[in-house]
């Protein structure tokens, strides 16, 4: 029996193993505009006390989002496919909450601790296709949004414990 040879890109990754690891990408893509989408409604419709200190950080999530997204969508194009780009592809794919016309404190943080809980949980499942599949580019990328994020969850939950 004769065993056909698997095609190698540019990168010297199986074309196979590649569109895998894509179409998870594709998937990290979509949940991170919802939350984008998310974190901007937040950045917009915060109130009360915490207003000042809460608008700031969330423009700084949210612009840390959007560079992620492009990081994402980059690295789908380096692996030899197309990244999503509709709103269609993104709620079609989206696992996070929507968060809609969020202004207080408490519900906007856990919006982002969950989301983030979620994020991480695709990350992880990228983060093992892409070692599983020699993809050190794409999982040095999981790697360090892993890292990032688990910090960021922590900073969140910290400030959910704050006692007034």
């Not at 894509?22 to 594709?26: H, I, S």
């Not at 915060?46 to 207003?51: L, N, Y």
């Given at each position: 029996m004769e065993t056909k040879a698997k095609e190698i890109n540019i990168l010297g990754l199986p074309v196979e193993d590649a569109e895998v690891i894509?179409?998870?990408?594709?998937i990290l893509l979509s949940n991170f505009q919802i939350y984008y989408q998310n974190l901007r409604g937040l950045h917009w419709n915060?109130?009360?006390?915490?207003?000042f200190q809460l608008h700031v950080k969330f423009e700084e999530l949210y612009n840390d989002a959007q560079a992620k997204i492009d990081l994402v969508?980059?690295?789908v194009l380096t692996l030899g496919s197309t990244p999503l780009h509709t709103f269609e592809d993104y709620t079609a794919n989206n696992q996070l909450e929507v968060g809609k016309n969020i202004s207080k404190d408490t519900h906007a943080?856990?919006?982002i601790i969950d989301s983030l809980a979620h994020l991480l949980k695709i990350e992880r499942v990228i983060l093992d296709e892409s070692a599983n599949r020699n993809d050190e580019g794409t999982n040095a990328m999981m790697s360090d949004f892993i890292k990032e994020q688990e910090k960021t969850m922590w900073m969140m939950k910290a400030w959910m414990e704050e006692e007034i």
């Open positions: 894509a179409a998870e990408l594709n915060i109130r009360g006390k915490r207003f969508a980059e690295r943080i856990n919006l």
